[in-house]
């Protein structure tokens, strides 16, 4: 399975693509939704992309917004993995297309729940 | 204009307990810094040289939060926090990131502890920047490994360069 992570922080970027990649996942990563636009158009086709929501250039929204109009990503499943924990922005992120929310800061089991939940984890992978 | 926002807004004492910026703190740190890290809140000394990050706050209540903290322990925190995969040498800008990351899920905790909608700014990082009201401060001192650490909840930080976006009267 593949991941693209997209977050501003490397160090956010490294711990996320880290507990994927010990789920068995093949990771990339983008630093603002504009560069995770730019992967995904040169082909990278992944089964899972963790999305923050505050970023330069083009913030989690706006990139969950245009992957959704695009009928060429609909394979991709969204997660958001963002501090922005109210309600309000819940609903308005999943209203946009998120399958997934995740409130930073969380736990690798958090993540593992998530997957599971979306039918992302791998079958190695024990609950 | 930080002026008359810290004139109208209600002060973060009456918004915001400590013991919720420790609880936030305590969950950063298991979740973020690893596994039996903790956040002593137990004050030490102030070093003389701190580094500072911060996410500023815009809603209800304008302010920042902020973590300060001495270079070795900004750089120790980095360390923890890229455990999985840390690069060989840290550079002062994986420093930066990584306390600003912290920042930013301190900031990120504490804003949905507030009255809201409100908005999170991007990360800085810098030297400490002053609290301008001493009454609009929520402040938890505390240590890590020993080493002096600082969250401190603050209103109506001057952005940087603020002085440009000044209207002259």
Redesign the interface.
């Known amino acids: 399975m593949r991941a693209l992570v997209i977050d501003?922080?490397?160090?956010?970027r490294?711990?996320v693509?880290?507990?994927l990649e010990d789920f068995g996942y093949e990771t990339r990563q983008a630093g603002h939704g504009r560069e995770a636009l730019d992967v995904l158009e040169e082909g990278y086709l992944p089964d899972l992309a963790c999305v923050d929501w505050?970023?330069?250039v083009m913030d989690g929204l706006q990139f969950v917004s245009a992957v959704r109009s695009n009928p060429a990503y609909r394979s991709v499943t969204l997660m958001m993995v963002?501090?922005?924990?109210?309600h309000?922005q819940i609903v308005r992120a999943l209203a946009a297309g998120a399958h997934e929310y995740m409130i930073?800061?969380?736990?690798a089991d958090a993540m593992r729940d998530k997957l599971a939940l979306l039918g992302l984890l791998p079958q190695e992978v024990t609950l | 204009m930080s002026e008359l926002l810290s004139r109208v807004q209600e002060p973060i004492p009456n918004l915001l307990d400590p013991a919720i910026v420790q609880s936030i703190a305590d969950d950063v740190w298991t979740s973020l810094v690893g596994d039996g890290e903790v956040l002593v809140p137990l004050p030490v000394p102030a070093p003389e040289v701190t580094v500072s990050a911060w996410v500023q706050i815009t809603g209800p209540w304008c302010g920042a939060v902020v973590v300060t903290c001495d270079e070795p322990t900004a750089k120790a925190l980095t360390e923890c926090l890229l455990r999985a995969r840390p690069p060989v040498v840290i550079e002062p800008e994986d420093v930066a990131d990584a306390l600003g990351e912290l920042a930013n899920v301190l900031g990120g905790n504490v804003k949905a502890a507030l009255p809201g909608p409100s908005t999170l700014g991007l990360p800085e990082t810098g030297p400490t920047p002053p609290a301008t009201r001493p009454d609009d401060l929520c402040r938890v001192d505390a240590q890590w490994r020993g080493q002096y650490l600082t969250i401190t909840v603050q209103g109506a930080v001057p952005a940087p360069h603020a002085e440009r976006n000044e209207v002259p009267l």
């Open positions: 501003d922080s490397r160090a956010m490294r711990i693509g880290s507990i505050n970023m330069p963002t501090t922005e924990s109210e309000g930073k800061p969380f736990t």
